[in-house]
């Protein structure tokens, strides 16, 4: 069943375009996440959304933003890709006792 | 800081054999451990999880025991199936500042069963 839903499932652009991907969740939890998932399947966390109160992991280049109107939202914003950020960016929301309700996922492939 | 250690990348297994996927941690302080699940083209999901010392946790057929002694939480199964066939994710919740659990991975198993 689910829960989090991420748009669009894949997307294909160009060096230097910007990309935007959404996330919701109907969980209705506190806390969203933004991972990313490299070729070699590391998971690589990038944002947490907590609250209203933004986390971010300081090795984000800062081409990438977090959007979110309300606690249900988490986008993700990348401002002018570059090769390097084809990947699978997973959305995820995170319940009390800490386990997390993932996306399927956006792949990026970046040209 | 918090680590988790995976470490097989791969395990080639033949159908019916049992499955062994070993995690190890490291934490000044852990609330949970888990095991999440992604198969191909899928979203990971939550297999088994567990914050009680050396008790077996069961689920799907896989069971893991969290032991705090040699702070490990190996994934195990009977007898593999092909459709165990996917990426497996050891990971920890640690305490952090701010109440705001911090949530590390490790670096990911992908178990192939072969028939």
């Known amino acids: 069943e689910t829960a989090v839903f991420q748009t669009p499932n894949y997307h294909v652009t160009q060096v230097g375009n910007e990309v935007s991907f959404n996330c919701k969740q109907t969980l209705g939890h506190d806390t969203m996440y933004w991972y990313k998932q490299d070729s070699k399947k590391l998971l690589k966390i990038m944002f947490s959304y907590n609250n209203k109160q933004l986390i971010v992991n300081e090795t984000v280049p800062r081409r990438f933003s977090p959007q979110s109107s309300d606690k249900a939202h988490l986008n993700l914003r990348i401002k002018s890709v570059e090769p390097e950020d084809s990947a699978v960016y997973l959305c995820?929301?995170?319940?009390?006792?800490?386990?997390?309700?993932f996306g399927a996922g956006t792949r990026l492939s970046v040209l | 800081g918090d680590s988790v250690t995976q470490t097989e990348g791969l395990v080639t297994l033949t159908e019916g054999l049992p499955v062994m996927l070993n995690c190890t941690y490291q934490?000044?302080?852990?609330?949970?451990l888990f095991w999440y699940v992604q198969h191909l083209n899928e979203a990971p999901k939550l297999l088994l999880k567990s914050s009680t010392d050396n008790k077996r946790t069961e689920h799907q057929g896989f069971h893991a025991t969290l032991h705090k002694s040699s702070s490990s939480f190996h994934l195990q199964k009977s007898s593999a199936q092909l459709s165990d066939s996917a990426l497996y994710y050891c990971a920890l919740s640690g305490m952090a500042t701010g109440g705001n659990n911090k949530l590390t991975f490790g670096q990911g198993t992908v178990l192939s069963v072969i028939p």
């Open positions: 995820a929301s995170r319940d009390r006792g800490d386990t997390l309700y």
């Open positions: 934490t000044a302080y852990s609330t949970f």
